[in-house]
């Protein structure tokens, strides 16, 4: 009984000790640049606007990305983006018909230039964030009749298609966000976490996102 205490203790205090050497383990992120890709999932939001106008926007996904610049082992300062896209209703005040129901697919794209600050030295630390930006959204719903363009192609001869304009806005945002960050051989690091960003609609309408972003970086 006494030599499977012993057996016990001797593993909890081996446990701690590698997971006091996974915490503190070394890494030389200061004075580095880093860029990192990844997946980016967004969750539902509901907002009210004018005159009786709403959008229900549902969960949607997209791609991640990232390049910055570490100044110490702690302080960063970031460019994120992220594209994605979700189903969405709406319901729009318009000076023709009133109010319009559109049930369709929004595209969205934010670009946030973030300080960020990892909060601890190590390999593997937390870390929080804030910036500020912009957020471009496109309903995809046409807001009139096509152009036509044409142009002479070397192997099909002339050709000519239509472009459709769609109802779009670009609008200042800013965000915070939270996560987890590990460093390990070869200059790669994965990180993971929440943020949020709130968009300043400007029409009565001012959404904001929850998101969670996971993505696969390189140190240079």
């Known amino acids: 009984m006494r030599t499977t205490r012993l057996c016990i203790l001797a593993l909890a205090l081996f446990s701690l000790q590698a997971q006091a050497q996974w915490v503190s383990s070394s890494t030389q992120r200061a004075g580095k640049w880093e860029t990192s890709v990844g997946l980016y999932l967004t969750g539902s939001e509901s907002s009210d606007g004018l005159n009786e106008s709403s959008v229900d926007i549902d969960s949607g996904y997209g791609l991640a990305f990232g390049v910055g610049y570490n100044f110490t082992q702690n302080l960063a300062l970031h460019f ?7 189903d969405y209703d709406a319901v729009l005040d318009t000076e023709d018909d009133g109010l319009v129901e559109i049930n369709h697919r929004l595209s969205a794209f934010t670009g946030q230039f973030n300080g960020v600050w990892n909060i601890l030295d190590g390999a593997f630390t937390p870390y929080v964030q804030a910036g500020i930006g912009w957020t471009y959204l496109d309903s995809n719903v046409t807001d009139g009749p096509p152009s036509t363009g044409c142009w002479w ?13 769609t109802y779009s806005e670009t609008n200042f945002s800013w965000n915070v966000g939270a996560g987890l960050r590990y460093e390990f051989g070869r200059g790669m690091f994965v990180r993971g976490g929440w943020e949020q960003t709130n968009i300043d609609g400007g029409s009565g309408a001012d959404p904001s996102f929850d998101a969670f972003r996971a993505e696969l970086g390189w140190l240079f």
Do not use: I
């Open 153 to 165: 192609d070397p192997w099909w001869g002339y050709v000519c298609s239509n472009f459709y304009s």
């Open 80 to 86: 994120d983006g992220a594209w994605s896209r979700a």
